[in-house]
Structure formats: C-alpha cells, structure tokens
C-alpha cells in the first residue's frame, strides 16, 4: 500500500460531518461514479473530486478512466502520478493519433469514440465525470450521452478563445449536471437553457488544493526545478500552447515569446505545450533555439500539480496562454502575461496583463518588463478553497431513478402572429429619424409602411445635445424593436438643409435648425448602434416615400412639392432620385417665379417660398391683421394669439376677399414653378404633400391648362394621401438599399 499523497492528506482534514446522510433516494445502493482524466491538466481539477470519493467508499464507487496525452512519453507519460496518487486504472485507451495537427484532433476523437463503447458497457456508471474543453472530453460526453449515462461537467459555463469554446459548450448541451467556478459561468449556464437546478456554483476544485499550500515551504521545489542558487520572485514560468483556429498566428507568437525571453535574460522554467494541432512546430520552435540546453531555460514536459504550484505562487512572473495564469495564478497574486486570444474572455483578477497583439518582440519584452517582479492583491475569483465538499454534497442529491431525458429551461418565446410571407416582410423594419426645426422624432417603419411606434421629442437648440438626444431615441427605439418583434435592417434620417447623402453629410442648414452645417450624422449613429446609416434631405424623403408608399408608386418619373412652413421637394427621373452635381437639386422653393417679388429666406426675391409658403402666408396675414383687414364675421382672435396662415386660410373661407386673393396668388406662383418643372423633367405626376397642397391643388391645375406646354399639359396632379412623408421617406431608404449597403 502507497503512503498518503499530499492530495489524500490534504482531503482527509476536510470535515466531512455534513456529508454523512443516507442515500434514500438510491435504495442505499453505492452510486458507481467514472471520472475520466485525458491530460496533466484536467487532472489537477479533478483529483481533488476523485480523493474525495474514494474516502466515501460506504458512498460511491470510483472508476477511473485514463486516456489521451496522459499515456504519450511524449507529454511524460502522466498516467504515472495518477498511480502515485494510488489510484486503480483498470482502463487505459490510446487514443491520441499523432500528427498534432488538425486532421490528427478529428481522428483522435474518432479513435476514442471507437474505444469508449466497450468500456463503458463494463463499468456501468450511474455517473461520468468530464472536464473542461478539450477534443477527449468531448468524444467522452459524446459517448456517455448516446449510451444514456448521466454526465457531470465541470467548468462549464466560461468563455474563452479559439475552438475551445464551441468544444466546451457543446459538452454543456451533452451534460446532464453542471459545475461551475464563477457567478458568471452560472449565468452563461442559465442563458444556454440549463436547468438551474442542476447547476452546481462550487467553485475550482484545484484551489481546494491551491489554498492549502499557500503558506507552506516552497524552497525545496524551487531548487529541485530550478536549480540550488534559485531566488524567490527571481525567474519566469512559461507554458503556451497552440491556438488551433489559427496555428500559423500562434507559432509565430511563439517564436517571438522565445526570442523576448532569451533577450530578458532571466531564469525561466519552460513548459512543453499541450497535445493540440501546432504543438510540434511549437516544440521545433523551441529546439532550433536550443532552448532545452540553454543555460537560462529549464525546459520540462510535466511537474506534478502540487509542486507546479508553488513554482507559479513564488514566480516574478508567468507568461504564454495557459487557462493557468488567469485562473489559479490569481490565487497567490502572480503577475501574468496573457498572451493572445486563447483565453479573450476569462475572467481574471488585476494582476494580468493582455497581450492580444503580441505581434512583436519588443511588445513582449515591455510587457515583461511591466510584469516582472511584482507582487499584486490574491484574487479568489475562481474558487474559495470549499469545492469538493460542495460538489460530494451535490453527487449524493441526483437521484438516478429519475428519467434520464435532459430538460432545458427555455425563455418565453412570444407566440408568432402569423406565418404568412406578408407578416415576415413586416418584421423586417427601418428606424426613421426625422429632424424638424420643432421636434426629433423617430419611428419604427415597418416594409408595408406601417408606423408601429414613435418617438418624439423638442429639438435641441446645441449640436452636442441635438446629436446626444437622437442616439438616446434610436437606442429607445432598438430596444422596443426587439419587444416588438422588429428586425431593424438600418437608420434613416431626413434633415432640412442641404445633403450629401453619399457621405451622410449635412452640409448647410435651414435657419430653423442651428448648429446644424457641416455635420456628420453617419458616423456616430452608426458606431452607436452598429446599423448602417443613411442620410437625405426632407424633401428627397418626401418624394421617396410617395415612390415607395404613396402616390408615386410604380411611376418612372415623379415630382413630389411640400407645401408647409417652406417649400420643398424631390424629383424622381427614371426611378433615380436627382440630387445634382452639388447636392442642391430640386430646391423647388427657390424656383423664381417673378423679378421683382416679395423677399425670399434664401436672400432672393420672387422665389416660390416668397409666396406659398406657410412662413408669407402668415407674413401676409400679420400684415392683414395690422390693418384690421383680415378678421371676417365668425372669426375671433384672442389678444396673446399669434396670428398664423391657419387664420389667412380661415378668412379666406368666410369671404374674405383679400385672404382669398393671397392665397390665390400662393396657388398662383407655385403653378408657374410647377409648369417650369414640367418644361425641365417632364414628370408624368406631380405630388403636392403638405398641410397646403389641398388648398393649392385646383390652382396648380388651372395654371398648368394656362401656361404649360400642350405637351405637358397632360401631366396628372394629386395630393399625397401620407401622413408622415418624412418619416416614411427616411424609412424607404433603408428599406430599398439596405441589401446593398451603399446609396
């Protein structure tokens, strides 16, 4: 009989008081537990589980499956310190296929698939225990599952780099019990659809071990490993292994690793890498240094977990991508270099540094030189030394007279309305933002152009507010998105002023909006919501929108006239939206109509805004108003009022004549701009929107009989039936280039 290893004394002085209950639920029957171990590694984690069985014979029966790299010379023939621990290993599969490359992890998997069957129909486990992440566990989950054998996985749950991760969490779907180290981990178990009740936060079973070591001497290791002179916080462990989604990447790191180490000139212990696909190039990479000769290297192939240990818990530092220098280094505040993207998301304390660049040796070599001999804060993130007597208490809960059929804990899912294809097109929705001289607003336009939400609030008088409000009001808006079963495909925006929409540029603004020119609007609501952006003026959304929702329809060549505070538009010509060669085509407001008019906004005179506008029609009613001119019978005006065009328009239609010849005169000017359109693009439908174009409509016609071409004259006129063409337009263009990407 062997002596009690540091492992078995250490488990023994647990108190095991609370685990000792019956097992009723059982039949009294030992539960028959196979641990599995594939490499050094998965068996620090898992000794500490598998001495704690073994002391619970009245309990549970082990059975102890060995496979892998534990069996390879190669990697030190492991499978040794499993006997030293005295442990039974009736089972021993070969299992690895060298080649250590790609193909090699698949066949390996292959082989071990091929082997498991026979075995596990011998032992007959009630339970198998697997660890972690790697391509031998994996063919073990598989195994266990397909022959209905209940699985516990350890460290589940965590999120690291390279094909690890796909590895880890399809053995999470596979397992039937789960224990993990971190809150998080249980979160990430939880959001996968695990039952929370099989979910075990026990935390890392290797610091149970760990912990217990903390305070003991650690001289005779450091000497035995490195040699009698050895100073403590004086040398460099390195362990790096290959990242087997891109191995030509990280046997360069490798190289560049090796050549910083050999430059920082300090005694450094070397371990051999894992059994993954790259790893012999990565041993070619040390050999063609000489490292395993080189005076400052001690290059080893396996330590024992104790002794390994205390070697990282007294190192000035420990460099490479090892899941060991993010997680147990932290116990004893190590200073670690992580090098790569092998561990990019594992929680760690503050004493790593990421390298995720390691691109060059100077990099690395500043890094070290940041690192190397300082002692930072013990960070327990991973485990708080109680794991195994958690995770006992937990084998001796799972009753196995319980059907064997996996539940997940799926998330309400709401019910879909509709499976039709019209119901998929609405789904896929814009976010439209529309920028008034008044208001922000923003809605959520659906492909029918359909408004299913929107958003509203005053607009800014500052850019910095202005643009801090919109991506306060589309982030609101994704949010509600996905609440409303919307898929947002992009951004519109329509903004007053001139555009460069290639850009998503506003180039100059309308007096109604300040700090408004030279504005990028693309970049920073593209950045904020990783959608992409597109950016138009609000007349060539108005015209948009008619093409894609209204009146425009299926028409080649359109002209769409706003008629509100200002006069806008868009031309639509052989369904190309025209925006000129500097951005400032179909300002139709600006159209002159007459050499000696009233003042425009524009600084000109006689432009069609000078007469139809909203903005002169109040002017012209001030004016009325002034001379006592404008109020009719059946007309009232309080003494704060402001008089508006709603008040010309009012008298106009209880007989006052003046009101009506205003209006007129309106309807008049912007029949001559439209007939100038006519001559210019020679549209088949004009479109007048806006709170005006009712009221101006029949003039435009009988202008166009009067003054247009015989050849034009044919030309329809409608009133646009949208209630939100700004909205609608900006939503249209997302909707109709958002396959495409560019506009």
Not at 451 to 477: G, Q, V, W
Request: proline share 3%; glycine share 8%.
């Amino acid at each position: 009989m062997c002596s009690s290893s540091p492992h078995e004394l250490y488990f023994q002085s647990l108190s095991l008081k609370p685990l000792k209950k019956t097992m009723e639920k059982n039949g009294k029957r030992k539960l028959r537990v196979c641990v599995a171990t594939c490499n050094r590694a998965d068996y620090s984690k898992l000794a500490p589980i598998m001495f704690g069985i073994k002391a619970e014979p009245d309990l549970f029966e082990l059975e102890v499956v060995v496979l892998g790299s534990h069996l390879i010379d190669d990697y030190g023939n492991t499978y040794r310190m499993i006997e030293q621990d005295d442990f039974d290993i009736p089972t021993k599969l070969h299992t690895i296929v060298r080649g250590e490359d790609e193909a090699a992890m698949v066949e390996s998997v292959g082989l071990a698939l091929v082997k498991l069957p026979d075995v596990l129909n011998r032992i007959k486990p009630d339970i198998m225990i697997v660890h972690g992440d790697r391509f031998d566990a994996l063919a073990l989950a598989t195994a266990a599952a397909l022959m209905n054998i209940r699985i516990i996985h350890i460290e589940g749950g965590e999120v690291s780099g390279t094909i690890d991760d796909s590895i880890r969490h399809a053995i999470t779907k596979l397992a039937h019990y789960h224990v993990c180290c971190t809150r998080t981990a249980e979160q990430h178990l939880i959001a996968m659809c695990e039952d929370h009740d099989h979910i075990l936060l026990a935390g890392c079973p290797s610091y149970d071990k760990m912990l217990s070591l903390k305070n003991m001497d650690s001289l005779n290791a450091l000497r035995s490993w490195l040699g009698e002179d050895v100073k403590v916080k004086d040398y460099i462990v390195a362990l790096q292994h290959p990242v087997t989604t891109d191995i030509k990447h990280s046997i360069k790191m490798f190289e560049l690793t090796l050549d910083a180490l050999i430059s920082f000139n300090k005694r450094t212990l070397i371990l051999f890498p894992n059994v993954d696909a790259g790893s012999k190039e990565m041993v070619r990479a040390m050999r063609k240094r000489g490292i395993e000769h080189h005076p400052n290297f001690q290059a080893v192939k396996h330590i024992p977990f104790e002794q390994f240990i205390q070697l990282v818990a007294n190192a000035g530092c420990m460099i490479g991508n090892s899941s060991c220098g993010v997680r147990e280094a932290g116990a004893f505040g190590t200073p670690v270099i992580n090098l790569g993207t092998r561990q990019t998301g594992r929680e760690t304390g503050e004493n790593v540094l990421h390298v995720r660049d390691a691109d060059s040796q100077n990099k690395i070599i500043h890094a070290l030189q940041l690192q190397f001999g300082k002692q930072y804060p013990c960070s327990k993130i991973y485990g708080d030394g109680s794991a195994v007597p958690r995770i006992l208490k937990f084998l001796r809960t799972i009753d196995i007279s319980e059907p064997m059929q996996k539940k997940f804990c799926f998330p309400p899912v709401k019910e879909s309305i509709s499976q039709d294809i019209d119901h998929i097109l609405e789904v896929q929705s814009a976010l439209a933002v529309d920028l008034g001289g008044t208001n922000l607003r923003v809605a959520i336009v659906s492909m029918k152009g359909d408004i299913i939400k929107k958003f509203t609030h005053p607009n800014p008088k500052t850019y910095e507010e202005r643009i801090k409000s919109i991506l306060k009001m589309c982030m609101d808006a994704t949010i509600q998105a996905v609440q409303l079963n919307c898929r947002i495909l992009g951004v519109g925006i329509s903004t007053g002023g001139r555009v460069n929409p290639k850009e998503g540029l506003v180039l100059d603004s309308t007096k109604l909006i300040q700090e408004w020119s030279s504005v990028d609007l693309r970049t920073p609501i593209s950045d904020y919501l990783h959608l992409p952006v597109w950016v138009d003026n609000d007349g060539n959304c108005a015209a948009l929108a008619e093409r894609k929702f209204g009146q425009g329809k299926g028409v080649e060549s359109c002209v769409t006239v706003i008629t509100g505070t200002g006069i806008g538009g868009g031309i639509i010509h052989h369904n190309e939206l025209i925006h000129g060669s500097s951005f400032c085509a179909a300002e139709l407001g600006h159209l002159i109509v007459s050499l000696d008019g009233p003042e425009c906004s524009c600084g000109g005179q006689g432009c069609i805004e000078a007469y139809a506008s909203g903005t002169a029609l109040q002017r012209e009613a001030k004016r009325l108003h002034d001379e006592d001119q404008l109020l009719v019978e059946g007309m009232e005006l309080k003494n704060d009022e402001t008089v508006t065009a709603i008040h010309l328009i009012q008298a106009s239609k209880l007989g006052n004549k003046k009101a009506e010849s205003i209006l007129r005169t309106g309807g008049l000017a912007l029949g001559l701009g439209v007939v100038n359109i006519l001559h210019t693009v020679n549209p088949s439908l004009v479109i007048l929107s806006g709170v005006l174009a009712s009221h101006y409509v029949n003039i435009v016609q009988e202008v166009i009989s009067q003054r247009a071409l015989i050849s034009a004259q044919s030309v329809d006129v409608v009133v646009s039936n949208l209630s939100d063409p700004a909205l609608l337009g900006a939503a249209s263009m997302v909707l109709d280039y958002a396959t495409r990407r560019t506009y």
